[in-house]
């Protein structure tokens, strides 16, 4: 896969996850419950997912982009939509960012590709799904409850292409004028939550316990990122003592990577299990506004 320090940690955290809500489906079943399958099919697209993400999934230049595009400039490393390869180039040309800023909004525009691709993967799901069900002749109960996974599956659509549709507007706002100094958040998985909290059913103090919740979220992606970089470097040190023949050296650089690694594949983990539950409370109110 040619995967980096750092992606490889990540796909460990993804599958750590996957792993574990597998598990919780396979105890669902044998209690006789997930009768629909509505479970076992979001399983199957976070899996689909993950597999896309890191170029698992047999086709070709599939894989998510991990390489820096500000320090490396490598052509490769698309967007996959002209409208944000048009913003990103006139971001990077604008003067307007530092280095640091660039790199945060780079992380930005991968972030918002990854919503992009799972809306595509939910898309598909929910377009076989459809052809099936016209083909079915007779109505039963069977039926009308494949009717509500639908009805479900098409208000997660309609919540991701809302997601998808704000976050290019904020591409495009950040990309022309800068970040806002006074911006309350900088993470782009944070702004989104945010954004989505104050559409949600929720009263004024749940909103501002959230927003507290997601100072503290926050925080912890931020000593991720952190994690992530010093991985790196400890790899690119690693890969240097390599090539010298001083095994005592040697030694000491594979203790202090292995330590980076185990940390970065426990911060992630825990990174993405609370974007899970913080999704699932959003989700949770945004459907009440509906009812």
Same mark, same amino acid.
């Given at each position: ?17 996957? /792993? ?14 997930? /009768? ?14 993950? +597999? @896309? ?10 894989? *998510?982009?991990?390489? !820096? ?8 490393? @698309? ?5 944000? $390869? ?6 990077? @040309? ?19 590709? =990854?919503?992009?691709?799972?809306? !595509? #993967?939910?898309?598909?799901? %929910?377009?076989? @799904?459809?052809? #099936? ?7 039963? /109960?069977?039926?009308?409850?494949? =009717? ?7 208000? $997660? ?11 290019? /507007? ?6 022309? &004028? ?5 911006? =309350?958040?900088?993470?782009?998985? %944070?702004?989104?939550?945010?954004? +989505? ?30 994690? &992530?970089? &010093? ?6 040190? *690693?890969?240097? %003592? ?28 825990? %990174? ?16 009440? !506004?509906?009812?």
């Amino acid at each position: 896969l040619h995967l980096s320090a750092v992606k490889l940690a990540e796909l460990h955290s993804d599958l750590k996850i996957q /792993e574990k809500d597998e598990l919780s489906w396979k105890k669902m079943k044998a209690e006789g419950l997930d /009768e629909d399958g509505e479970k076992e099919a979001k399983l199957r697209r976070n899996l689909n997912v993950i +597999m @896309t993400k890191y170029g698992m999934n047999g086709k070709k230049d599939s894989q *998510l982009v991990d390489t !820096n595009y500000i320090k490396d400039g490598t052509e490769g490393d @698309t967007l996959d939509d002209p409208r944000l $390869e048009k913003l990103w180039s006139k971001a990077k @040309t604008s003067g307007k960012f530092s280095d640091d800023e660039l790199d945060k909004l780079w992380r930005e525009f991968k972030h918002h590709k =990854e919503k992009i691709h799972e809306y !595509n #993967i939910l898309l598909e799901t %929910v377009s076989r @799904t459809e052809d #099936i069900h016209k083909n079915v002749i007779n109505p039963s /109960e069977e039926n009308l409850v494949k =009717e509500e996974i639908l009805h479900n599956k098409h208000r $997660e659509l309609k919540d991701k292409l809302r997601s998808i549709n704000q976050g290019f /507007e904020r591409l495009r706002k950040v990309s022309h &004028q800068g970040y806002d100094t006074t911006s =309350e958040f900088e993470e782009p998985r %944070v702004i989104d939550l945010w954004d +989505m909290a104050k559409s949600a059913n929720f009263t004024e103090k749940e909103l501002e316990s959230f927003r507290e919740e997601l100072k503290h979220f926050e925080a912890k992606i931020e000593k991720h990122h952190h994690y &992530q970089k &010093q991985l790196e470097i400890s790899h690119q040190k *690693l890969k240097h %003592v390599e090539g010298t023949g001083d095994k005592e050296h040697l030694n000491r650089n594979k203790e202090k990577y292995a330590m980076l690694e185990e940390k970065t594949k426990e911060l992630g983990y825990k %990174v993405k299990k609370h974007l899970q539950d913080l999704t699932s409370r959003i989700s949770q109110g945004l459907q009440h !506004n509906e009812l």
